[in-house]
């Protein structure tokens, strides 16, 4: 079957450093790479977009310089979030696709910055 | 921009007893929607649960359903007869056609079955 890991699940990170998690995908090639963020009290928003030999395409509002991802095959992904606040907490979900329309989520990271 | 609105916070229904969890969407991008149920039970991650891609079709998937009604620009998901394994936090979603698998999701609905 397809899954998709993402490790850590949970992190706690100081004020102003920085975090990096990372998705795997199993039993399937991941053409595209989705990275989304759940803040407090809101909805799952989209982060950025990663196609394996294209440009990573980031949503308004998030940017490479915050959030770098690395994709840099058809089972891996990782992103950072650099310099990290308090408006950065949340759970960050990885959602692999298999082809342009099926895709398979992580457990997710849930950041804590303190 | 394209949005969806579902039924907010925390319902909680009796074993055996039916459900109804509203979603309704705003997809004013060029394209047609898709739309879809997700559910993330207590320590998983996200699951779908059922999609539909046509209006005027039906979804189902463990005894849940759910309509695109394209006049109402609702998708509401309903079970007749819910069980307490039912208990999770269910999330509606729209992808927007000739959008690259862009998913854009409701705030997400905790449903709490009671034995």
């Known amino acids: 079957g397809a899954l998709v890991y993402q490790y850590p699940r949970r992190t706690i990170c100081k004020s102003g450093t920085s975090m990096r998690m990372e998705c795997q995908a199993v039993?399937?090639?991941?053409?595209?790479v989705a990275w989304y963020r759940q803040s407090p009290q809101k909805t799952f928003e989209l982060i950025a977009l990663?196609?394996?030999?294209?440009?990573?395409?980031?949503e308004q509002n998030f940017t490479q310089e915050k959030f770098p991802i690395s994709h840099p095959n058809l089972s891996f992904s990782s992103m950072t979030v650099l310099n990290a606040y308090l408006e950065d907490r949340g759970l960050y979900l990885c959602?692999?696709?298999?082809?342009?329309?099926?895709?398979?989520f992580g457990k997710g990271t849930r950041l804590t910055v303190v | 921009g394209d949005s969806v609105t579902q039924t907010e916070g925390q319902v909680t229904v009796s074993e055996s007893k039916s459900l109804i969890i509203n979603c309704t969407y705003s997809?004013?991008?060029?394209?047609?929607?898709?739309l879809f149920w997700y559910v993330r039970y207590p320590g998983e991650g996200l699951q779908l649960l059922l999609k539909?891609?046509?209006?005027?079709q039906k979804g189902s998937s463990r005894g849940f359903e759910a309509t695109y009604n394209k006049e109402a620009t609702s998708f509401h998901l309903q079970k007749a007869s819910v069980q307490e394994s039912d208990s999770a936090v269910y999330y509606c979603?729209?992808?927007?056609?000739?959008?690259?698998?862009?998913?854009?999701f409701g705030l997400g609905t905790t449903l709490q079955v009671q034995p």
């Open positions: 539909v891609i046509t209006a005027g």
């Open positions: 997809a004013t991008s060029i394209g047609y929607p898709n």
């Open positions: 959602g692999a696709y298999r082809v342009r329309t099926e895709v398979f």
């Open positions: 990663s196609t394996v030999n294209s440009a990573i395409k980031y």
């Open positions: 979603a729209l992808r927007v056609t000739g959008n690259t698998g862009k998913l854009i």
């Open positions: 039993g399937f090639q991941a053409t595209s």
